[in-house]
């Protein structure tokens, strides 16, 4: 048994360095893939991009109003947009959800925050989001950025707040 205890430990340590954590935030990826999107509100259009965003950190969320976890989330969703995009933090959602529904929802909800429509299910597949809400973070140089540890972990909400204020500019100084 004492000879075992020594291995153990070395092992616990090979582990600790490869298992991803949640400290592990912001950590470049890959150049982010473009959206898919046929139509949108709230500022978003057919014509709306990822790439136009470049230059500033973006927060990409895939969601629809009948999930139940994504209607947990959005109010911290409207929340981060509220308090960030002023200082640079681009929003941009897409949805599979119908138009109208959508709309009524975030109507009633009084959410403004910018809504694209993927029915097709492209941007998700690109992303690689399975799961609803599904979040990404972009840093201004267009590319993902690791947030939670792993793209199977969805971030907390303070995780995901601290990503992004490492994200955006450093307020000017006097």
Known sequence: MRRLAPLALVALACLALVMPTASASNARGPKAPEIAITDGIHGM???STVAEHLGS???LVMWIPVCPHC???VPDLQALY???AAKGLKVVT???GKKDYTVEFMKEKG????VGFDWTGTT?????LGK???IRLIGADGHLREVGGTSELAPTLATLEAAIQAELPAPATK
């Open 45 to 47: 259009t057919a014509k």
């Open 57 to 59: 950190p973006v927060l």
């Open 71 to 73: 209607k947990k989330f």
């Open 82 to 84: 509220a308090k960030y």
């Open 94 to 96: 897409v949805t599979w």
């Open 111 to 114: 959410y403004n925050f910018p």
């Open 124 to 128: 998700t597949k690109r992303f690689g």
């Open 132 to 134: 609803m809400p599904g």
